[in-house]
């Protein structure tokens, strides 16, 4: 496994509409470990491949405090969605700028496994990251949030508060004090 560079706004190749996986086997397989890796090491819970520079529709999440519940996602596609939350939320691409966006609170996703297998998810808590990853858009718009000139980046001091903050939200927490980040239920006895 590898760490890969992470691109940064405001790089053009964040901008670029991402193609459908049509190839699966081993060298997928390297390129979804290898983003785990980078979104691991940066700390993140979420990374698109074009935020490394492979313009591909996968996704990566690990929204769990210990990091070991790891989803793949290739060639996601929201199927419904329902409610709104409104909440923070940044970009490994945009270090130390968050931004409030609104979001649908439940999505239905369909997608591909690294082995090309179709499988459907109903998502609470982490539809707010699987909907951030809509990768034909998602990247654009965001970018397209951060850098409107009212939404200048975060002070040196908050953002230094919210890394620190980010990263011990990532840390294992104490016995009996895991708190649920979200929930996931596959359809029709899928795996995950």
């Not at 940064?8 to 890796?37: C, I, N, W």
């Not at 210990?66 to 691409?93: A, H, W, Y």
Request: glycine share 6%; charged share 25%.
């Amino acid at each position: 496994m590898a760490v890969l560079p992470i691109l940064h706004y405001p790089d053009p190749r964040l901008r670029k509409p991402a193609a459908p996986v049509t190839q699966f086997g081993t060298a997928l397989q390297r390129v979804v470990s290898d983003m785990f890796e980078t979104m691991y090491k940066a700390p993140g819970i979420g990374l698109a491949a074009p935020q490394v520079n492979l313009a591909q529709r996968i996704v990566v999440i690990d929204i769990s405090r210990e990091c070991n519940e790891p989803r793949t996602f290739i060639n996601p596609e929201i199927l419904e969605r329902q409610g709104k939350d409104v909440m923070e939320e940044g970009c490994l691409s945009v270090p130390d700028t968050y931004e409030t966006v609104e979001r649908a609170s439940w999505i239905k996703v369909r997608a591909q496994d690294v082995d090309g297998q179709f499988f459907e998810l109903t998502c609470e808590g982490l539809s707010r990251c699987v909907s951030s990853m809509n990768l034909t858009t998602s990247m654009a718009n965001f970018l397209s949030i951060v850098s409107r000139p009212s939404n200048a980046p975060a002070s040196a001091a908050s953002s230094k508060k919210r890394n620190v903050l980010r990263s011990e939200q990532r840390r294992r927490p104490a016995a009996g004090s895991m708190q649920p980040v979200g929930t996931c239920r596959l359809q029709s006895g899928q795996r995950r």
